[in-house]
């Protein structure tokens, strides 16, 4: 069997994808970190501290290190042609600005985006803005990032005549 036919399909890559994500949002939701108390409970250091959740990401941790530890002794992945392991190491502007707007959501809304998207399922009012309220900054990301791309390609690059309104 040739390497292209070895590859898995599209449809098991999808479906891998699909269970992983069903079993994370399990844990959250067993964890109990799908409701926003428990996040606001942790980030209240000098209150009522709840540190159930850092057990929580103290379990994940160890879990992924020991599975890690166990799989990158294979040559390929079983679902991929190669390893797709990030390998930059820099800290910009847009991943600092970035974080800190993810914490401060994180701690006024009591969410981040796995347990927000898995909280729809309440029916409760809360997830439905903290996700409509996180795509949308996303959205706006992108079209700030578009923007700005159009504009540094705009000064390095005339238009055409033909490319201006109204042609010639």
């Known amino acids: 069997m040739s390497a292209v036919e070895a590859r898995p399909s599209s449809r098991a890559q999808h479906a891998a ?10 844990g959250l939701a067993l964890a109990g970190m799908t409701e ?8 209240d250091v000098f209150g009522r501290w709840d540190p159930s959740l850092m057990f929580v990401m103290v379990g994940g941790i160890a879990v992924n ?19 797709l392991v990030p390998t930059r190491r820099d800290l910009d502007a847009r991943l600092i600005v970035g ?7 994180w701690g006024l809304g009591g969410f981040c985006p796995g347990p927000g998207i898995v909280s729809l ?18 959205r706006g990301v992108a079209a700030w990032e578009w923007s700005e791309a159009a504009r540094q390609a705009g000064a390095t690059v005339t238009a055409s005549p033909s ?4 042609g010639a």
Request: aromatic share 12%; glycine share 12%.
């Open 65 to 83: 290190a020991a599975v890690w530890l166990l799989i990158k002794k294979r040559p390929t992945p079983v679902l991929s042609a190669k390893w």
């Open 121 to 138: 399922a309440s029916g409760s009012m809360g997830p439905w803005v903290f996700v409509l309220a996180m795509l949308l900054g996303m």
């Open 17 to 26: 994808s699909f269970a992983s994500g069903l079993l994370f949002a399990l």
């Open 163 to 166: 490319s201006r309104p109204g």
């Open 99 to 105: 974080s800190a707007l993810f914490g401060l959501g």
């Open 36 to 43: 926003p108390r428990k996040v606001i409970g942790f980030l």
